[in-house]
């Protein structure tokens, strides 16, 4: 390699390699910062709640502080309680806190005494982003509460220092790439983890040894050529990946990233405003089928195997009903075919809260159209629908599939449009029958098409939450629910969000699971 | 009064109310879920709100019903929430316990509290705090055919007679959501059952509740209401004259078609126990959200929603159960029969338990329900719903 | 079985017919029960397994196009603009984010292609009603709740994955002849990309268009979670606004539902000229 190129080469591997470590010192900064800030003003505003327990002026820049009686229930209504307030550094006297015209700053001390009872002393934050801290402690008569103003915000960022530190680390990048050798390597380690320095001051050594590592990883990829390569193809692909990219982008912000906190959520548990770190317990919880039996519609593996079933219906219905209708409507003799075309994605068309309403009301016992039918076709007289399994089950099969098939019809119409006719006449006159033609033909060339549908199609129904929670309900006891209505159950009755990402997750595996091997069949089967 | 006349007087006392607060500059945004009368006169109550406060302007934003909780729990932490809000009273425990609504009791002092009535404001406090102001309360209620009942029961006992001769003219006695909690709650607390127990611990695999299950099953095999009905249904049915009674609270008053005719009265006494079959109530309030951005200002409209002729204009307009007592002395909303018997009958109501469990517990109870109208056994499938609640679907 | 030039017997063609009309019959038959309950009074649903309304009123109707808001706008007018945007926007930011990515996937090899594509298809395997809340933290960070650029890139990212696969489909199945030609004659990638390709890709196009607007037009919960001000909503939210806690507007709802769907059919309408018959076998053969 010649030289300009060479010394170009390093600078590239440090740019690479710091810009990874400047994302990590920032995070660490940030948490560090806010950690401070936080620390520093609360330790003020305990202060000055504590000098107005001792009966001194409150020190530093406080809006109000005083002293807040215990509260007197009213008789009529206990929950209302009355307390009074003296405020510090004034003349002594007290006043009534509360009542309609009270001013808003009187109930920031007046909840903090209730506070106070409830937890003990405390110094926090308000909610409210005013960045204003009240702070309660115990007194003679009552509660002694602060509520202080920070003179500043927190630190701002420390641009000087990292520019600093940056121009070492490219000096120093710089400076063994000249000399050369071991040096090379050696130079580009040391400038690229220039940053775990103040990143040790500000986190630890956690980070730290993580930038350190990435200098490190950079270095010796960069001495076996590893980054040449890497930064070789990207110029190389470079058109295809411009085609990739807006796609990619908005993919990776709008749909990886809180899917990324989904996965995340699936170890903890949540209880009011907390999260606590539970490791794989909700995993284990589900997966151990919550101790219940294998029959019986709370145990995980019967939910499963419910959920498969329904999506194996419900695709297969989906297809050869979507697929048939293409099919027919491709007749070129055919006449009406815009109409019926229109009309069969009618139930497309309309939202589906309403249709899969209609359907619930078709199915009803006693008044449904559907057993008026049956009776009058002598099949059956007052079935009750959402009583068995089967039968509930059928119902939400029958519903999902009215309301799915006109997706797969419409995809099966533009796949079939990309068959050459001719290829069906040159068969024809090879004499093959309707079967071998639409074996031969029709089929192989549907699938790229209809691959993608079927798999995104079984996706869909796997979690389709609508259908199930307006037809069946999970009539009947529970058993025809699938796994998305159980994590939704989790999350939105019992606000369980971590149970509820954690099914989620299991879900996700499931799909994935089918998915590489679905497509693997499609792939193997799609090639000539 | 007239309708102008209880405008100029909300608008009166809407200025009144702002004499004790400063200038301000931001206005307040209210959520509600209202449609039909009660939105129209919300709107109302707002522009007159607006009329006397050009400062303080009062925005309201409909929400639907499905996304509230769910708009409401993403939107609030992140400071996007609304100043106010008007929802049921039964998820105060959730919300108090993520933080999410302001506690209201600093402003209020025993004459604002007077003002309501106290089955209405009691279920708004939880955990020695009041979390809002009612606006109406909703129960259920005895709605029943003129033309196909001329005495309704005061008795199960008299009710169940009533269904040979319903049934005998194609007709069911009385539709309710038998398979919903909601539905059933009557029957339960008739029976002496209960869902939590007074320290607050869950209690509901009781031998009263099984009994009020098997009386519920009782009816269905008696041919005295519908199987598997849900409350669109009994909407439906008394609406074709396919029930003669049904269970329902004031929103069916909109649902049932024009021209069928119709009365209202209280629920009947269960005869085995000789006590009132007593229906949730829910106390529909104001609340605040804990971010809101001026409270003072947002607890000025509360009370402004909620005063005297707010509530007048909310009973007249939107025949809303208004939790305000002198809403009552009112000539056209004291003639209004149908807000006097729901009136009534909250006297013999239970409060919707307010703590965070009661959400895990509707739809356990839901398929408990099912199971034993369809034959299943009371004790083992209220058993199943306490396992439940504990453990987790 | 399509391409011959006889009819086939009169067997055949009753037999289609009959298919036909019987699927159609039962199609329709949810769909005119909605019709019915849009035009007959009243809020409920009635018992008879009817089609035919009983009475016909026009009330919902004007229920529907008459609902105002706080300020005396007319919400349905504002709520379909705003509905039209959205799903129109949705339409061509997804089908245009999707058509680059699918020619890339399907016709250049490079690292990650695979992958990639796999990717697509998985970030969207994690329910959706479990990522509302983070996604509403990411739209407020970036300044997006609230605006029609959120709620068009939110739905435009929800369709990708099932447009990228679909024309990466319709991309694989078309010959290569064509475009060498192009290049041998000196044009660039973007340029074959425009001028060949997805002209060529026309049918698959259509569908995803399809899709995109579908998937916009008739979202709700993320509709009426984003936007804060009510005149920002878009239709469905105004059909689900009639959905109380213990009761219904159906009527409404209704009458809201048959609205909603005529743009959709409108749009299949003048797509189904592109979905079908918008090829001739020469033209694929190059």
Known sequence: MKTPARHRAQLRDWGAATLVALLIASAVFFVHRNREFRAREEGRARAAALAVARGEPPVGRVDLAGVVSPPRASAAYPFLRHRSFVEAGGDGAARELGGPCAPAADKLVYDAAGRFEAEGAFAGFLPDGSGRVVAATPTEGGVAVAVSTPPGGPDAFPWLTLIGVLGLGAALAGAGSVMGGAARPLGLALGASGLAVPTFLWGGALPATLIGLVALGVAWSAGRGGTDRFFGALAAHRTALSFVAPAAVSMAVLVATPFVVGLVLGFYDHDANSWKFVGLDNFAHILSGGGKAFDDPGNFWFVLGVTVLWTVCNVALHVTLGVALALLLRQKWLRGKGVFRMLLILPWAIPNYITALIWKGMFQSEYGAINSLLDLAGLGHGVSWFSSWSTAFTANVVTNTWLGFPFMMVVALGALESIPRDLYEAAEVDGASAWQRFHHITLPHLRPALGPAVVMGSIWTFNMFNVIFLVSRGEPGGSTDILVTNAYRWAFERDEYGMAAAYATIIFLILLLWTVFGTKVTRKEAAP | MTRAGLLLAATAVAASAAACSPERDHGVVLWHTYNGAERDTLEELAASWNQAHPDQELTLVAVPYDAFADKLTSAIPNGNGPDLFIYAHDRIGAWAAASLVEPVEFWVDEPIADRYDRNALLPLAYQDSLWGLPLATKSLALFYRTDQVTTPPRTTDELIAMAPDARAHGRFALAYASTELYGHAPWLYGYGGEIFADDGSLHVATAEAAAAAGFARKLVADGVSPAETNGQQVATLFGEGKASMALSGPWFIGDIPAGVPWAVTTLPTVSATGRAAEPFLTAEAVLMSSRARDKEAAFAVMSYLTDDPSAVLRARQARQVVANKAAYDDPDVAADQVLATFRDQLDHTVPMPATPTMRAVWRPYQIALQEILRGGDPGDALRGVEDEVIHGP | ?286
């Open chain 3, 1 to 286: 079985m399509t391409a011959r030039r006889t009819r086939p017997s009169w067997l055949g063609v009753a037999a289609t017919y009959a298919a036909l009309l019987v699927v159609t019959a039962v199609v329709l038959y949810p769909v005119m029960l909605v019709c019915k309950k849009a035009f007959e009074p009243g809020r409920q649903f009635a018992l008879s397994a009817s089609p035919i309304p009983r009475e016909v009123t026009l009330d919902h109707f004007r229920a529907l196009m008459g609902a105002h808001g706080s300020h005396g706008e007319l919400l349905f007018l504002r709520h379909a603009m705003n509905s039209a945007l959205v799903a129109l926007a949705t339409t061509v930011v997804g089908v245009i984010l999707s058509c680059t990515a699918a020619y890339a996937l399907s016709r250049f090899r490079f690292p990650g292609r695979r992958a990639g594509l796999t990717t697509f298809l998985v970030v969207q395997m994690f329910p959706a009603s479990m990522l509302l809340l983070p996604l509403y933290v990411l739209l407020d960070k970036m300044s997006l709740l609230n605006s029609v650029t959120g709620l068009v890139m939110v739905y435009a990212t929800t369709a990708i994955p099932f447009c990228v696969w679909t024309l990466k489909g319709y991309f694989d199945g078309l010959p290569r002849e064509l475009e060498e030609a192009a290049r041998i004659d000196g044009a660039g990638p973007w340029r074959i990309f425009f001028t060949i390709m997805l002209p060529l890709a026309r049918p698959g196009i259509a569908v995803t268009a399809l899709f995109s607007f579908m998937t916009a037009w008739n979202e709700f919960i993320m509709a009426s979670t984003f936007m804060t001000e009510e005149t920002r909503y878009t239709l469905p939210v105004l059909l689900q606004s009639s959905v109380g806690q213990y009761s219904a507007d159906w009527g409404l709802f209704a009458a809201g539902a048959i609205v909603t769907s005529v743009p959709v059919m409108a749009l299949f309408y003048v797509l189904q000229r592109s979905l079908v018959g918008g090829l001739t076998a020469g033209s694929v053969k190059g």
